[in-house]
């Protein structure tokens, strides 16, 4: 099967590549012709203190903060390989900037069962690229690819898929293309804290909540459930309001699903 561009507009690409490339985790490698090296998959799940210890990413404040949102304790999605370069394109590249600086990271759902749809990525590219896009003012040359990708193997699973999130700059001088990509790469991060509040991606969410009715109070547990197995659930997809009925008083009160997430609650008028 060909490759394939989902979604693409000023500024980023969203594709879906068929060759499986990487797995998780993987182990260390040798030296390569550039003289880099692969240090092998560290596990930075709920340990965002490990982050400094990343060499790809040890003179990147950027791709660190980048590692720091997918490494945060509850995070739902863990990061595994990344790099970042810069390239001298040469003086008379047609896009008028000389230099190119990229960082990528490949992202997998910590739920194995949410890796094999592929389409679980792709909505949380969607995602992503609509947290960075909605508010911002283009002032650095920048772009962004979010790429789905088979993976070999995760954890020993097979027929799971990754997201890989690249962020380029480009510049006359190699430090205004690394300033672009670094601009680039906070923003992702801060796309990437936004997105993690809007998606659940375990199998449902399991939340409490206050009674509406001002003389009980109660605390209600309640459980929402996406239509299947391994999918995700979208706050925007969730109904304007939800009727939940309180064991203790009997009261049925109408629920708006952001501050459920917030684990209170506003009446509807």
Known sequence: MDDEILYQGPGYTIARIHKPETMIPYGPSGARPDGTRNYGWVDLRGR??????????????ALQ????ELAAPGS???????EHHAFDRGENDPSGFRWQSGAFVVTAFDDGRLNRSAENHIALAKEIWDNIAAPVTWRVPMQYELTIEPLKTFFGQSDCHCLMLKALGYGQSKDQANASMEAA?????????????KI??????????SCLNPSCQQPIPIEIEPSAEGTMLV?????????????????TGEYHPRQVRRGKAIPTQ
């Open 76 to 82: 739902p999605i863990l990061s595994s390989g990344c």
């Open 185 to 197: 790469l906070h923003m992702l991060a801060a796309s990437l804290r936004e997105v993690q509040s």
């Open 200 to 209: 659940a991606f375990q199998n449902a969410w399991h939340l409490t909540v």
């Open 48 to 61: 965002p203190d490990l982050v400094s210890g990343i060499k790809e990413a040890a003179d990147s404040t």
């Open 65 to 68: 903060a980048v590692l720091r």
């Open 235 to 251: 706050w925007e997809d969730l109904p304007t309001k939800l009727p939940i009925r309180c064991p203790s008083c009997g009261i």
